[in-house]
């Protein structure tokens, strides 16, 4: 297992996610001799997961069964221990899209928080690109860089523990992309602009607040950056289900004097049609935060 | 702009490079070639000059040919800082611009520069003035729209043509607007080294997004309907020759018999393998001779024309062409067998890392049938413009188990103006980006999850359990 590399088996030292049902999922360290408590009872990771291919179906202690997941970016996104506001698949897909990553690209990115973003900007530069993060506070730094090396991308990223606004990326001249998640991203656009190529690039900032996003536009701008585009990605999940509308009875009809005889009985004639359709949530994630999407031009 | 020193080629427009020309938020994928025309937004000029400067340049058009726009057009310096406060003395009599059409049909013929028609018309207008800051430079945006007579050549890129064909042909794609291709891309784990199936009948853009993503590293096999896979939007993408290798096809019509284990390539394959070694050999140098032979035969039309000699030759030529034909048809056929065996051996491990379904299609078949190339725990995408079809996807899936995670999403997407106290949202794109299913392949039961297959279990749980398989 890698998570920019797949593999069928489970092995000892893997990161697994553990499939309980839908919206319910952990993630596992496969240790040898280990155990995992789930409601469903124990797994017992020398005999349950170890060998064991993965998407195989695991019995648990009491009898209960969980599917047993490859780790992928956006699995680890909706299982990873949080120590920061995340990003979530929705808007990385965007940003990864739109930052024209690819194998091979070089990004900047801070703050690293909790890598969720991390995690999927890893897995599409693999394996030849590289990605240097940085993050300010010294415990969640160097929490994510083991997390990286657990996750066996350690060779593709860089953490850097500095104030990004302050000290920059570390690196000057060499990124195709730049990603920007702090409160206060218009102070970085000038070490943003720094940190790509020569020949140019992409940037992205993200923020929850629109007066965030205008400070920032107008520090693109004054930098000389082009194509200044803030956008808004919504996602809207779809409840599939059977529902039931019942038909109202108009009484006997007329035109029609024969009426079937079971009419007759007393039960309604008619029932209720069933169909198949979706609800919206009752509650969605209304907003999570703008993107602002700019092209540095070649200097 | 155009600075000395640039090593690295990959920057500097080359003919035959497929690039992307751009204006405003137009965008026109088109391939670089020597003396052609190109029309593009009602203009019509010639790539030529723009071979030799670097992407992302921007050109003026002047009389058909493009030259290098300087780095730094004093952007509209509109000196006339003077501007009113509100709109209650601005009366629309339809005289405010002094210039007539004829005017302006006669400064565009001088060869003026759209920035200096522009200020013509700025100073002949005689509300200019009056108007108010925002009001004068959304009029200078609105007529630079108009005259001002720039493209920019820019890069192929996923997110461009994605963008251009959500812009321009939004039919051709399946109304697949480019924030879903983004999720598409992402949801199904797209990433160098994995083996891809992807299913589309949308030009072949989800196919090259699929490639760039790849970087060449991996296969990406593409499962096509009908007589050829379409790939006119992946050409665009121009990407290097050798990401071409990992590009295997398969037509659709063949996936029932490869599924029972009767497509009959085997037979085939087997002669195919030993002609393999003197087959590669014999098209390696039947290519360049039939390419050879076409221009020679071109030269000689120029230079001896009406010789008797040169016509002798020409049928003796044509004789040989003919034969080359039959020559290279026979290869070609060979060919496209040995290359049918070796999908379908890459497919019949059913050990595919990934599903990509952007089509016409009803998706429900297509999905069925393909799911079962897929190794367990691999992520699959459907596109469909419609809900209704993936609703029924859904069910199915749901009901013949096999898959977890399942997800019916669609996108919203807005795009804002930011300026200093103009910002708002700028349009609402909601419905036209389709709809997307997602989710997790699982290993399958023997015995269907919900029927009694171990009796030792305890039944409430099992009940419980089968609850919460989504």
Partial sequence: MSFVEYSDLIQDGDV????????????????????????????????????????????????????????????????????????????????????????????????????????????????????????????????????????????????????????????????????????SPWEAVGHAKAALKRQGGRVCSFSPCIEQVQKTCEALAHQGFEEISPLEVLLRVH????????LPDFGPDASSAQTPPDAREGTPRYGSVALKTTTAPREMPGHTGYLTFATKPRT | ?????????????????????????????????????????????????????????????????LQPKKPKDTEGSSDAKEAGTDNRHIVDDGKSQKLTRDDIETLKEQGLKGQEIIQQLIDNSSTFRDKTEYAQDKYIKKKKKKYENTVTILKPSCRILAMMYHGREPGKICHLRYDALAQMLTLANIHAGSKVLVFETCAGLVLGSVMERMGGYGSVIQMYPGGGP????????????????????????????????????????QSAVEKQSNMAADEEQNQPEVKQQVSPEEKSMETNTGDDAALDQETKERDQRREAKAEEKKVKLEEKRKKLAAVASLLEGRNAD??????????????????????????????????????????????????????????????????????????????????????????????????????????????????TEG
């Avoid at chain 2, 999905?367 to 079809?389: D, I, T």
């Fill in chain 2, 230 to 269: 379409g790939r006119a939007g992946m050409e665009s993408f121009g990407l290097p020759a050798h990401f071409h290798d990992m590009l295997h096809d398969f037509p659709i019509c063949h996936v029932n018999a490869l599924l029972a284990g009767t497509l009959d390539t085997t037979a085939k394959d």
């Fill in chain 1, 239 to 246: 409840d599939v289900r059977t529902v039931s509308l019942p």
């Fill in chain 1, 16 to 183: 697994a996610v553990v499939y309980l049902g839908h919206d319910s999922m952990m993630p596992v360290k496969v240790q040898q001799g280990a155990q995992t408590q789930t409601r469903y009872g124990v797994i017992r990771h020398s005999t349950d997961l170890i060998g064991q291919r993965y998407g195989s179906k695991v019995t648990c202690s009491k009898g209960g069964w969980v599917h047993v997941l490859h780790p992928t970016p956006e699995l680890w996104t909706v299982t990873l221990p949080h120590r920061t506001q995340i990003l979530y698949t929705t808007d990385i897909a965007t940003i990864t899209m739109m930052l024209e990553l690819k194998p091979g690209s070089v990004v900047c990115e801070s703050g690293t928080g909790s890598g969720s973003l991390s995690h999927a900007i890893l897995r599409t530069v693999a394996p030849t690109g590289h990605l240097h993060t940085v993050e300010f506070h010294q415990q969640r730094a160097e929490k994510v860089a083991e997390e990286f090396k657990e996750h066996r991308v350690g060779h593709l990223v860089t953490v850097r523990n500095q104030d990004v606004c302050k000290d920059g990326f570390g690196v000057t001249g060499v990124a195709d992309a730049v990603f920007l998640d702090i409160p």
């Fill in chain 2, 1 to 65: 702009m155009a600075d000395n020193g640039d090593d690295d080629p990959q920057y500097t427009i080359k003919e035959g490079d497929h690039v992307v020309l751009k204006r405003g938020d137009i965008f026109k994928a088109i391939q670089v070639l020597p003396k052609k025309k190109v029309i593009f937004e009602k203009q019509w000029f010639f790539l030529d000059n723009a071979v030799g400067q670097l992407y992302s340049s921007t050109f003026e058009i002047v009389s058909g040919n």
């Fill in chain 2, 354 to 467: 990934g599903l990509i379904i952007a089509s016409r299609f009803h998706p429900c078949p297509v999905l069925m049938g393909l799911l079962k190339f897929l190794s367990p725990s691999r992520p699959f995408v459907v596109h469909s413009q419609y809900k209704e079809p993936l609703i029924e996807c859904y069910t199915k899936l749901r009901e013949q188990g096999g898959t977890v995670n399942l997800r019916l999403t669609d996108t919203w997407l807005r795009h804002y103006q930011v300026l200093p106290n103009r910002t708002h949202p700028l349009l609402l794109m909601s419905g036209g980006g389709g709809y997307l299913l997602s989710g997790t392949t699982v290993a399958t039961d023997r015995a269907k999850p919900g029927g009694s297959q171990r009796s030792e279990e305890p039944a409430p749980k099992r009940q419980k359990l089968t609850d």
